[in-house]
């Protein structure tokens, strides 16, 4: 069965950098959602969208913006990065309020 | 603000021994999710657990929800180094928010 595709799966970028992180939702499925995960920590939710529009919102520093396209792919852009941006990022995507079902997450290294 | 709290955080047991992992959250919820997270990897739906007294099982853990003292358990039966990984209670808060708040995870070690 078809999963959720995240890409990167690596990330290194400097400080002030920018980065856009890709998601791919499992077919059919109408909410994306973002969580970041520091290291030994929980998942903390950033942002969600359902039929492409911004449902939820977390955590998400004003430096971070998302956006969920016409084909529900979703990308996560995050600016002016600081070294405690470094963590798994993590993509779900569910249908109906059903379970959330992740993707492999990306790491991003920042230095 | 739903909070979602965890017990144990670590727990390092013998194979074959039983033992109960406890998700605590502090308001109402419809959904309470199992999730089970194997280091630096993502994580994968165990239990969806969607009414008062649903009780789940698969394979050896055993997953259980109590809505009214807000209180689900995962129960491991006889367990085996394979178990081995941080396992993540998820609610789901009521009102058809569309996100998930993470327990504090308990990093289960299982030795052989």
């Known amino acids: 069965a078809a999963g959720v595709i995240q890409s990167p799966r690596h990330l290194i970028k400097e400080k002030r950098e920018t980065a856009t992180l890709k998601c791919y939702p499992i077919?059919?499925?109408?909410?994306v959602y973002w969580y970041q995960q520091g290291p030994g920590q929980d998942p903390q939710f950033l942002i969600s969208f359902y039929e492409k529009m911004q449902s939820d919102k977390g955590s998400i520093p004003d430096r971070f913006s998302a956006q969920q396209f016409s084909d529900y792919h979703s990308e996560l852009n995050m600016s002016s990065l600081e070294l405690g941006d470094s963590a798994l990022y993590f993509c779900?995507?569910?249908?109906?309020?059903?379970?959330?079902?992740f993707g492999p997450g990306t790491r991003l290294t920042v230095l | 603000e739903l909070k979602v709290e965890q017990n144990p955080l670590f727990l390092s047991m013998q194979e074959g021994k039983n033992y109960t992992i406890y998700c605590n959250y502090s308001t109402t919820s419809d959904r309470l999710y199992w999730y089970r997270q194997d280091p630096g990897k993502s994580l994968e739906s165990l239990f969806v657990?969607?009414?008062?007294?649903a009780v789940k099982q698969e394979g050896r853990l055993m997953a259980s929800l109590d809505t009214k003292a807000r209180l689900s358990t995962l129960h491991i039966t006889a367990a085996v180094h394979d178990l081995s990984a941080t396992y993540f209670c998820?609610?789901?808060?009521?009102?058809?928010?569309?996100?998930?708040?993470f327990g504090t995870g308990t990093r289960l070690k299982v030795l052989a």
């Open positions: 657990l969607l009414s008062n007294g």
């Open positions: 779900a995507s569910s249908s109906d309020l059903d379970t959330q079902y």
């Open positions: 998820a609610v789901d808060k009521s009102g058809g928010t569309y996100k998930y708040i």
């Open positions: 077919p059919r499925h109408d909410t």
